[in-house]
């Protein structure tokens, strides 16, 4: 199994920038789909946004377009987030995750595709 862990997060005043990194172990060498997700206590898990290593196509979220960024390392174990102009709604365990073969705009935002997550990193926006 992949095996998936989140760093980098922390609490920032609105407006500010983190950047979260997933580092990825245990995995084979074909393509996946790699996604950040988050969610707040009481609420659903919700995609961020999502890239596939075989073609590096992304996908976002509607509200963070313009402001997040998802990239992955030269060495594509590392999966990252660069999230600017941050806002208090952006508060929430962001989780990275993990899917083999496919990605789509579809099923990429959503959390039931994947099989594999880390166990999240919390961001807090204060404003």
């Known amino acids: 199994q992949v095996h998936l862990m989140e760093s980098g997060g922390g609490s920032v005043q609105a407006g500010g920038s983190l950047k979260l990194s997933c580092v990825a172990s245990?995995?084979?060498?074909?393509?996946?789909?790699m996604g950040w997700f988050r969610q707040v206590p009481g609420e659903e898990r919700e995609a961020v946004a999502a890239?596939?290593?075989?073609?590096?196509?992304?996908y976002y979220a509607d509200s963070v377009k313009g402001r997040f960024t998802i990239s992955q390392g030269n060495a594509k174990i590392t999966l990252y987030l660069q999230m600017n102009n941050l806002k208090p709604e952006d508060t929430a365990m962001y989780y990275c995750?993990?899917?083999?073969?496919?990605?789509?705009?579809?099923?990429?935002?959503?959390?039931?595709?994947?099989?594999?997550w880390g166990p999240g990193t919390q961001v807090t926006v204060s404003s």
């Open positions: 245990e995995y084979k060498d074909i393509p996946y789909c």
């Open positions: 995750a993990a899917d083999p073969w496919t990605c789509d705009g579809l099923s990429s935002l959503q959390a039931r595709k994947y099989d594999f």
């Open positions: 890239l596939h290593t075989g073609d590096s196509t992304t």
